[in-house]
C-alpha cells in the first residue's frame, strides 16, 4: 500500500539512551531502502541506507536493521542527542537500478524527541 | 557537497492565484528530478517525476493541469500551481539526484505554501 495520511508516531526518549525507530514498508519486491531525518520545515536529510540483499548495515552511531520476511525496517540510533529530535521516514525504493531509482516510497514517519 | 536548492522557502498567496517554486541543482546536473507534497505531520507524497526536456510523469491522482511542471534545463525545475485553493496548502519539496540512490540524492529545503 502507499504510505497514508496518519498522524505520526511519537518516541521520547532521555539523552544517552538508544533509540529504536521502527517502518513496515509496503513492496515485498522493493530492493532499496533509505532512512531519512527531517527537521522541522526543511527537506529530508539521508542517514543511511541498505540493499534488499543485506540485513545490517551499521554506519556512526545508527544501525539499520532489514526482515524482509515481515517487511519490516528499524533504525536504531545509540546514544541519542537532543540534536537527533525531529522526524524520521523510512523510504522505499522499487527497481532502484533502473528508471525509477528517485521514487521514493515515504513510510508513516516517527517523531523522535531527545530530552536532555 | 552536492546542494539542491529550492525557492521559495515559503509562499502566502491569495485563493486563485498561480504560484511557481524552483528547483535548482547548484553543482550538478539532473536529468530527472522529483516532485513531493507533505502536509503536516504526514509523509512525504510523490507527486511527479521531472524529466529534462520531456513532459513530466505524473504520479496516480495528481492534476497534472493543476501543478504543471518544467524541466527546461538541466539544473532547473519549475513546479507551478495554477489557481491555487486553500487545499493546496501544503510543504513542497523536490529532489534530486546524482546519478544514483542514497548519498547520492538529494532534496530541496521546500517550499511551505499558504493559500488564504
Known amino acids: 500500500g502507499e504510505s497514508v495520511g496518519l498522524h505520526l508516531p511519537t518516541l521520547s526518549v532521555q539523552e544517552g539512551d538508544n533509540s529504536i525507530i521502527n517502518c513496515a514498508y509496503s513492496?515485498?519486491?522493493?530492493?532499496?531502502f533509505i532512512w531519512y531525518k527531517q527537521e522541522s520545515g526543511k527537506g529530508p536529510q539521508f542517514i543511511i541506507d541498505?540493499?534488499?540483499?543485506?540485513d545490517k548495515r551499521q554506519g556512526q552511531r545508527v544501525t539499520v536493521l532489514l526482515n524482509k520476511t515481515v517487511k519490516h525496517l528499524s533504525l536504531q540510533i545509540a546514544a541519542t542527542q537532543p540534536g537527533d529530535s525531529a522526524v524520521y521516514f523510512c523510504?522505499?525504493?522499487?527497481?532502484?537500478?533502473?528508471?525509477?531509482?528517485?521514487?521514493?516510497?515515504f513510510g508513516q514517519g516517527t517523531i523522535l524527541t531527545v530530552h536532555p | 557537497g552536492a546542494v539542491v536548492s529550492q525557492h521559495p522557502s515559503r509562499v502566502i498567496c491569495k485563493s486563485g492565484t498561480s504560484v511557481k517554486i524552483e528547483c535548482r541543482s547548484l553543482?550538478?546536473?539532473?536529468?530527472?528530478m522529483f516532485w513531493y507534497r507533505q502536509f503536516p505531520k504526514q509523509s512525504l507524497m510523490l507527486m511527479a517525476t521531472?524529466?529534462?526536456?520531456?513532459?513530466?510523469?505524473?504520479e496516480q491522482g495528481v492534476e497534472k493541469d493543476k501543478f504543471l511542471i518544467n524541466h527546461a534545463s538541466l539544473t532547473l525545475s519549475t513546479l507551478t500551481v495554477t489557481s491555487a485553493h486553500p487545499e493546496d496548502s501544503s510543504f513542497y519539496i523536490c529532489?534530486?539526484?546524482?546519478?544514483?540512490?542514497?548519498?547520492?540524492?538529494?532534496f530541496g529545503s521546500g517550499t511551505q505554501l499558504s493559500v488564504l
Open positions: 553543482d550538478f546536473q539532473a536529468t530527472t
Open positions: 541498505i540493499r534488499s540483499n543485506m
Open positions: 521531472s524529466n529534462e526536456g520531456s513532459k513530466a510523469t505524473y
Open positions: 513492496n515485498s519486491a522493493s530492493d532499496y
Open positions: 529532489s534530486a539526484s546524482r546519478g544514483g540512490v542514497g548519498e547520492k540524492l538529494f
Open positions: 523510504a522505499e525504493i522499487y527497481n532502484a537500478g533502473g528508471t525509477s531509482y528517485g521514487k521514493l516510497t
